[in-house]
């Protein structure tokens, strides 16, 4: 889960890494407020979840509250990156001297938290990283023992940061990795934290993603989720326990497992056909679960035929099969649907479907070709 | 032979008496999987499937008793860190992880203890082992599956059942089938699990099947080309998933560039393996 950066930012503040003052509006009103309140120059910032938003017009200055008002104006409720903004974030101006890259990670290959950071902050640190990796200091972090005070030091050397904000910097970072830890983060990312003309650090940007694997540990910050950052049937299968990616074609995928789903995807296209989804109903997943993945795909206007493939393990074919008929039961399907069932209780799945208008497919090339044909017919 | 797990295999089931614990154990047992011990904190002295497995309080308890050698976990994802430092702390030399969604940091902080001990980790969100005919450790189905000389290592679940029935539909055996299972962060990875492979000797070939996300099929390939004699067939899932968007569990992103399906098909070819465009396309590229 993404937190927005103003979310961030309240965060940020529970753990005393300085922010510049500024206050989040959702009307051109309040904009006008806040910048009043702030004094003259401010900086408003669409909070939408996506890269690249200075760039696509989501970071705006003004030097005065009337401009901030014209710029609310023109920002609340456009589109930026294929985001709706219904909230923007208005800050105090700083006058920057310096700014620093700094972000805590997990790193996949050493299996480890990473701390990265570098003196060429503000821009993207992908490209830095890939055209001159020298630039960015990374240490590996002991998940056990924590960040070392000397690591603190080691990277503010490396970073050529000027004696006088060793300490200063230490506190942010040690105030970083609490936050990384307490809230169970994947990144927590500062870009840029910028020392300022008057000599102080403070971070401008704040970026922080969350395992969904520990939300349950946050139920607070579970209510931080941007529901409008989410499609309504990605929300939809979020309630339900689902797995759910719209894609692009028309035949509709229920899997168990997402290694399979995104075989049987492939699948697909390599017979002329495509997903309209990805759907992976998880491990040992009920009746109930697979009544709402089916509804769900049956839901979706593009969809012209169904592909049921479900090689049961930890899930139970019978359970499938009954969730199946359930839907049946409410209403017909218009598409034609076809159906795998192997591995765990597979016979008396198959045996439950005996009698309906369900396609059984003995093999997932036969099913995955059956739902490609079907598919092709049910377009006019 | 196989590795890992055979008819010695004396297994401790963690959350033996959970919904999916009691079940699979059963399947176990069906297989002949010699289950010696059950644990679930506050029903110790119990007894599940009509007696035949005794339940104890805790891991170290059990292992006592028993000599169990080998734990399955079968907890809820909020209690896997804590079972597998239990069973790490009790030193059973191999813990299989069946449960889907760990939190990431509990299980970097397993992963750097386990750095200093001796207990290998399979998983977690893995389907287990199985050494057809012998034993059965997790979730894999009994019936698909037949005794032989392939080795199959797999970093995704129900995919590898597809691979195991179609062997089994073409008569072709396997040594042992090794779930790694499909988490970022995660025990034996493919390139340990070859060296396994490598060095038993009634494997003859092996069958490696990956997924996007990650760089686990490069790090192989690698291996692949300077160290592995045995010929690998392989099969990569996710050519058709989206950049930036995860696919059903933390392991399949595509962060990037790194990562692709293309990536790993690519290299693993240059380390000189046969890519299968379809898990049923595989039996066809065993050579006898």
Same mark, same amino acid.
């Given at each position: 889960?993404?937190?927005?950066?103003?979310?961030?930012?309240?965060?940020?503040?529970?753990?005393?890494?300085? #922010?510049?003052?500024?206050?989040?509006?959702?009307?051109?009103?309040?904009?006008?407020?806040?910048?009043?309140?702030?004094?003259?120059?401010?900086?408003?910032?669409?909070?939408?979840?996506?890269?690249?938003?200075?760039?696509?017009?989501? #970071?705006?200055?003004?030097?005065?509250?009337?401009?901030?008002?014209?710029?609310?104006?023109?920002?609340?409720?456009?589109?930026?990156?294929?985001?709706?903004?219904?909230? !923007?974030?208005?800050?105090?101006?700083?006058?920057?001297?310096?700014?620093?890259?700094?972000?805590?990670?997990?790193?996949?290959?050493?299996?480890?938290?990473?701390?990265?950071? +570098?003196?060429?902050?503000?821009?993207?640190?992908?490209?830095?990283?890939?055209?001159?990796?020298?630039?960015?200091?990374?240490?590996?972090?002991?998940?056990?023992?924590?960040?070392?005070?000397?690591?603190?030091?080691?990277?503010?050397?490396?970073?050529?940061?000027?004696?006088?904000?060793?300490?200063?910097?230490?506190?942010?970072?040690?105030?970083?990795?609490?936050?990384?830890?307490?809230?169970?983060?994947?990144?927590?990312?500062?870009?840029?934290?910028?020392?300022?003309?008057?000599?102080?650090?403070?971070?401008?940007?704040?970026?922080? !993603?969350?395992?969904?694997?520990?939300?349950?540990?946050?139920?607070?910050?579970?209510?931080?989720?941007?529901?409008?950052?989410?499609?309504?049937?990605?929300?939809?299968?979020?309630?339900?326990?689902?797995?759910?990616?719209?894609?692009?074609?028309?035949?509709?995928?229920?899997?168990?497992?997402?290694?399979?789903?995104?075989?049987?995807?492939?699948?697909?296209?390599?017979?002329?056909?495509?997903?309209?989804?990805?759907?992976?109903?998880?491990?040992?997943?009920?009746?109930?679960?697979?009544?709402?993945?089916?509804?769900?795909?049956?839901?979706?206007?593009?969809?012209?035929?169904?592909?049921?493939?479900?090689?049961?393990?930890?899930?139970?074919?019978?359970?499938?099969?009954?969730?199946?008929?359930?839907?049946?039961?409410?209403?017909?399907?218009?598409?034609?649907?076809?159906?795998?069932?192997?591995?765990?209780?597979?016979?008396?799945?198959?045996?439950?479907?005996?009698? +309906?208008?369900?396609?059984?497919?003995?093999?997932?090339?036969?099913?995955?070709?059956?739902?490609?044909?079907?598919?092709?017919?049910?377009?006019? | 032979?196989?590795?890992?797990?055979?008819?010695?295999?004396?297994?401790?089931?963690?959350?033996?008496?959970?919904?999916?614990? =009691?079940?699979? %154990?059963?399947?176990?047992?069906?297989?002949?999987?010699?289950?010696?011990?059950?644990?679930?904190?506050?029903?110790?002295?119990?007894?599940? =499937?009509?007696?035949?497995?005794?339940?104890?309080?805790?891991?170290?308890?059990?292992?006592?008793? %028993?000599?169990?050698?080998?734990?399955?976990?079968?907890?809820?994802?909020?209690?896997?860190?804590?079972?597998?430092?239990?069973?790490?702390?009790?030193?059973?030399?191999?813990?299989?992880?069946?449960?889907?969604?760990?939190?990431?940091?509990?299980?970097?902080?397993?992963?750097?203890?386990?750095?200093?001990? %001796?207990?290998? =980790?399979?998983?977690?969100?893995?389907?287990?082992?199985?050494?057809?005919?012998?034993?059965?450790?997790?979730?894999?189905?009994? /019936?698909?599956?037949?005794?032989?000389?392939?080795?199959?290592?797999?970093?995704?679940?129900?995919?590898?059942?597809?691979?195991?029935?179609?062997?089994?539909?073409?008569?072709?055996?396997?040594?042992?089938?090794?779930?790694?299972?499909?988490?970022?962060?995660?025990?034996?990875?493919?390139?340990?699990?070859?060296?396994?492979?490598?060095?038993?000797?009634?494997?003859?070939?092996?069958?490696?099947?990956?997924?996007?996300?990650?760089?686990? /099929?490069?790090?192989?390939?690698?291996?692949?080309?300077?160290?592995? %004699?045995?010929?690998?067939?392989?099969?990569?899932?996710?050519?058709?998933?989206?950049?930036?968007?995860?696919?059903?569990?933390?392991?399949?992103?595509?962060?990037?560039?790194?990562?692709?399906?293309?990536?790993?098909?690519?290299?693993?070819?240059?380390?000189?393996?046969?890519?299968?465009?379809?898990?049923?396309?595989?039996?066809?590229?065993?050579?006898?």
């Amino acid at each position: 889960m993404r937190l927005q950066e103003y979310q961030s930012k309240t965060l940020f503040t529970m753990y005393n890494i300085p #922010i510049p003052n500024g206050r989040i509006a959702e009307s051109v009103n309040e904009v006008k407020q806040i910048s009043e309140e702030l004094g003259e120059k401010v900086v408003i910032k669409a909070q939408v979840l996506s890269g690249g938003r200075g760039k696509a017009g989501g #970071i705006r200055f003004a030097k005065s509250s009337r401009e901030a008002e014209e710029i609310a104006e023109e920002m609340i409720g456009s589109e930026i990156n294929g985001y709706v903004v219904k909230k !923007v974030l208005v800050d105090q101006l700083v006058s920057i001297d310096k700014e620093i890259y700094l972000s805590i990670a997990n790193d996949r290959l050493n299996q480890k938290p990473v701390l990265m950071a +570098s003196s060429y902050g503000g821009m993207d640190i992908e490209e830095i990283s890939e055209a001159s990796p020298e630039k960015v200091v990374k240490r590996v972090i002991d998940p056990l023992l924590g960040l070392r005070d000397y690591q603190l030091r080691d990277v503010a050397i490396n970073i050529d940061l000027e004696r006088s904000y060793w300490l200063g910097f230490g506190e942010i970072v040690k105030n970083l990795w609490k936050v990384y830890v307490d809230c169970d983060a994947m990144l927590v990312e500062i870009n840029p934290l910028v020392i300022t003309d008057d000599e102080k650090l403070c971070a401008l940007d704040a970026r922080i !993603v969350m395992d969904d694997n520990a939300l349950f540990r946050h139920p607070s910050l579970s209510d931080f989720r941007d529901l409008d950052s989410e499609s309504s049937a990605e929300m939809q299968a979020r309630k339900d326990g689902l797995a759910y990616i719209k894609m692009n074609g028309n035949v509709g995928c229920l899997v168990n497992g997402a290694g399979l789903a995104m075989a049987t995807m492939d699948i697909l296209k390599s017979m002329g056909g495509e997903a309209a989804n990805f759907l992976d109903i998880g491990g040992g997943a009920n009746a109930q679960k697979v009544e709402a993945a089916l509804k769900l795909i049956l839901n979706d206007p593009q969809v012209r035929s169904v592909l049921i493939n479900v090689f049961g393990g930890i899930t139970r074919c019978d359970e499938v099969a009954k969730g199946i008929l359930n839907v049946y039961e409410s209403v017909e399907p218009k598409v034609p649907i076809v159906v795998r069932l192997v591995g765990t209780r597979g016979e008396e799945g198959l045996a439950l479907l005996e009698g +309906s208008s369900l396609i059984p497919a003995r093999s997932l090339l036969e099913a995955a070709q059956i739902a490609v044909q079907k598919a092709g017919e049910g377009v006019l | 032979m196989s590795i890992l797990v055979n008819s010695e295999t004396r297994l401790l089931v963690q959350g033996i008496t959970g919904n999916e614990g =009691l079940f699979h %154990t059963e399947q176990m047992l069906n297989y002949k999987t010699n289950i010696v011990a059950g644990v679930t904190p506050g029903k110790g002295g119990d007894w599940v =499937l009509g007696g035949k497995v005794p339940v104890f309080d805790s891991v170290q308890t059990a292992v006592d008793v %028993t000599g169990a050698n080998v734990s399955v976990v079968f907890v809820p994802a909020k209690y896997v860190g804590d079972a597998i430092f239990e069973a790490v702390d009790a030193e059973i030399p191999l813990v299989v992880c069946i449960t889907e969604g760990a939190p990431l940091q509990d299980m970097m902080r397993v992963r750097q203890y386990l750095s200093s001990r %001796t207990t290998r =980790l399979i998983g977690p969100n893995c389907p287990g082992l199985i050494t057809p005919a012998e034993s059965k450790v997790g979730i894999i189905p009994a /019936e698909i599956s037949i005794p032989g000389n392939i080795g199959v290592v797999s970093r995704s679940g129900t995919l590898t059942y597809e691979v195991l029935y179609s062997l089994k539909q073409n008569q072709i055996g396997v040594s042992t089938c090794v779930g790694i299972g499909g988490d970022p962060v995660k025990g034996l990875d493919f390139v340990e699990v070859l060296e396994l492979f490598e060095a038993d000797a009634k494997t003859d070939a092996i069958i490696l099947i990956g997924e996007i996300g990650g760089d686990d /099929e490069e790090r192989a390939a690698e291996y692949i080309a300077s160290s592995l %004699t045995k010929p690998v067939i392989a099969f990569i899932a996710g050519l058709t998933a989206p950049a930036g968007k995860r696919m059903g569990h933390a392991g399949a992103l595509i962060e990037g560039s790194l990562g692709t399906a293309e990536s790993k098909i690519k290299a693993l070819q240059t380390a000189g393996v046969k890519i299968a465009r379809s898990p049923e396309e595989i039996p066809g590229l065993i050579t006898p």
